[in-house]
């Protein structure tokens, strides 16, 4: 089977989250020379692959085959790959399974290697990933086969392949406030509270706001106010509170208490209630470290490109590899259509992906 042929193979399936639509059994099928473990739970299904060579570095190659839904106006079926005008049109074609396809025949055609592939796959990466490959790191742990290096095959490209390897992601701080007021008649202001008027004020001091001053790796942290309601969509009645919802993506320099306390600094002497919650932590990969230097020598000698390193866009599962502390670094095709109607790719960039990955297997020595 060649890569284009693989690559039409996992765009067929419909493995819309958590769903794998039947690509694990094909997958574990087609890399049958490495030991397979599946970890499945609450519906969500994990494929952990690996094959020892010998007792040097362990590389992970990490992705997932679920993907978003495909939503209506495409110019062609979104499980039904279509070549035309130079392009592969499917669900998947760039957010991630042209990364699957690359890392699993870079890794199916390796014959020697100095230390262990392995590949870690789920079904829940654009969902709540609750279940997903956080469930297999915490299984390698516990096995104490955790790997030293992981490449996650995000489509990381912003205008050509080669340009740009994430080493690291912000996190995400959910924010839920609720200011009270005191209800009553419009036409008595003076014997209510009301809660728009209080925040007023305060919001030029919050609203797209940086909580710090970022650093070469991070843009500032920015609390994003994303709704504001109250009232009673009634003109007579002054409001008895009022909700607001907000995001931070925050860097490493600022944590979720950093955020508590600059909500209650700026809203002292008001009766509120807030709740945050950290849907993801931020990671960084040091630019020094032996993944990222060979990554960028390969990607360079494959592509004549030099890549930038980044920390933009939004989460991914290379979070959870940070969290255990294992080298990462994110690479892949152009994001330029992921989650789209008419997604797209070529078979060149997967091919040069590929080849990337064949590569970067063949420099990583001891």
């Known amino acids: 089977m060649d890569t284009k042929e693989l690559f039409f193979k996992l765009l067929s399936f419909k493995s819309i989250t958590p769903d794998d639509g039947g690509a694990f ?16 739970k609450e519906g969500v299904k994990n494929l952990f692959l690996y094959k020892k060579f010998g007792e040097g570095k362990h590389i992970c190659f990490a992705g997932h085959i679920d993907v978003v839904p495909s939503g209506e106006g495409w110019d062609s079926d979104p499980f039904v790959p279509v070549e035309k005008n130079g392009y592969i049109y ?26 262990t592939l392995s590949l870690l796959l789920t079904s829940d990466e654009e969902g709540e990933a609750k279940f997903g490959t956080v469930e297999v790191l915490n299984y390698l742990k516990k096995e104490n ?132 919650e950290q849907s993801s932590k931020p990671f960084l990969t040091d630019r020094n470290s032996k993944i990222v230097k060979l990554m960028s020598k390969t990607i360079k000698e494959c592509t004549e490109v030099n890549p930038c390193l980044s920390t933009s866009g939004g989460t991914s599962d290379a979070r959870f590899f940070g969290e255990f502390e294992v080298e990462t670094v994110e690479f892949g095709v152009k994001n330029d259509t992921i989650h789209s109607l008419n997604e797209r790719t070529t078979l060149k960039e997967v091919k040069e992906l590929e080849e990337v990955f064949k590569n970067l297997i063949n420099n990583l020595k001891g």
Do not use: W
């Open 25 to 40: 059994e094909f997958i574990k099928d087609y890399m049958k020379d490495f030991k397979s473990i599946r970890i499945d």
């Open 145 to 276: 086969f955790l790997p030293d290096f992981a490449v996650v095959a995000e489509p990381t490209c912003e205008k050509i392949f080669g340009d740009t390897i994430k080493i690291g992601r912000r996190g995400s701080i959910n924010g839920y406030l609720t200011l009270k007021g005191k209800q009553g008649h419009a036409a008595y202001p003076d014997k209510s509270i009301n809660p728009i008027n209080l925040i007023a004020p305060i919001l030029s001091k919050i609203a797209g706001i940086d909580l710090d001053s970022g650093d070469e790796n991070f843009a500032p942290s920015k609390l994003v106010i994303t709704d504001i309601r109250s009232g009673m969509q009634v003109t007579n009645v002054t409001p008895d509170k009022l909700d607001m919802m907000f995001n931070v993506r925050n860097s490493t320099k600022t944590s979720k208490s950093d955020i508590e306390s600059f909500v209650h600094k700026n809203f002292k002497g008001f009766e509120i209630e807030v709740r945050l």
């Open 90 to 115: 499917a669900r998947g074609a760039q957010d991630m399974k042209s990364g699957v396809c690359a890392f699993l025949k870079a890794c199916k055609e390796c014959k020697k290697f100095d230390g």
